[in-house]
């Protein structure tokens, strides 16, 4: 016999949680938006939460503060990079497998964010990241841990210590600083589009190679 109660709960279940998801991507959209057109200091707890309808309560259920808000976003392309990363070819090389997974991340990016907001949103509030000082200090210190976590996943798949062979953490940090210049250097363009930042980045992590080990003298 079927217990009605088992039969229910999962659909109720299911529902509560879709409730949650839509009310945590209506207060990011609605946080976004009003960073973008006011600034990040200026924009209140109030005026996000006044946007969607919910109290302050509500916000901070999902948010510990305005600065979660802001790199929401960040973790969601980030951890398709890492997944991304594991899922790159056992034969590759490490700097290989990196850019790969960089390449496919930006090529996913819309579908990663998809159920969040407009991938033009996202691009929009990493230029915000970019020319906002407070900002720009978080994402540096979340770039640091970032590396060290990518440095231990290279050396998985290498299988070397990552404390007692320092070549996992140097290809990674030659890798995170491409894409550190390569984000200021879209920051500052007038293209603010998926493809620009995705060129950007491939031009720049293919000639990372040849700038370190040739001659740049009488070179293009």
């Given at each position: ?190 293209d603010t589009s998926v493809e620009s930042i995705r060129r950007l980045t491939e031009t720049y992590l293919d000639r990372i190679g040849p700038a370190l080990t040739s001659s740049w003298r009488g070179s293009a």
């Amino acid at each position: 016999m079927i217990d009605e109660r088992s039969a229910t709960a999962a659909p109720v279940t299911g529902l509560r949680e879709r409730k949650k998801r839509r009310t945590r991507n209506a207060l990011l959209r609605a946080a976004l938006v009003l960073f973008l057109s006011q600034g990040y200091e200026r924009t209140t707890v109030d005026e996000i939460t006044d946007a969607v309808h919910v109290s302050q309560r509500t916000f901070f259920r999902y948010f510990a503060n305005k600065e979660e808000v802001v790199f929401a976003l960040q973790e969601l392309v980030e951890a398709r990079f890492v997944a991304e990363l594991h899922a790159r070819p056992a034969a590759e090389g490490p700097f290989e497998a990196l850019r790969g997974a960089a390449l496919a991340a930006w090529d996913t990016v819309e579908v990663t964010l998809s159920e969040v907001v407009p991938v033009d949103l996202y691009m929009r509030s990493y230029r915000l990241i970019e020319s906002t000082p407070a900002l720009l200090a978080v994402h540096l210190r979340r770039s640091t841990e970032l590396e060290e976590r990518i440095s231990r996943l290279i050396g998985a798949r290498e299988g070397l210590d990552v404390d007692a062979d320092p070549r996992p953490r140097v290809a990674v940090a030659a890798f995170c600083g491409v894409t550190r210049v390569t984000g200021r250097l879209w920051g500052r363009g007038e293209d603010t589009s998926v493809e620009s930042i995705r060129r950007l980045t491939e031009t720049y992590l293919d000639r990372i190679g040849p700038a370190l080990t040739s001659s740049w003298r009488g070179s293009a």
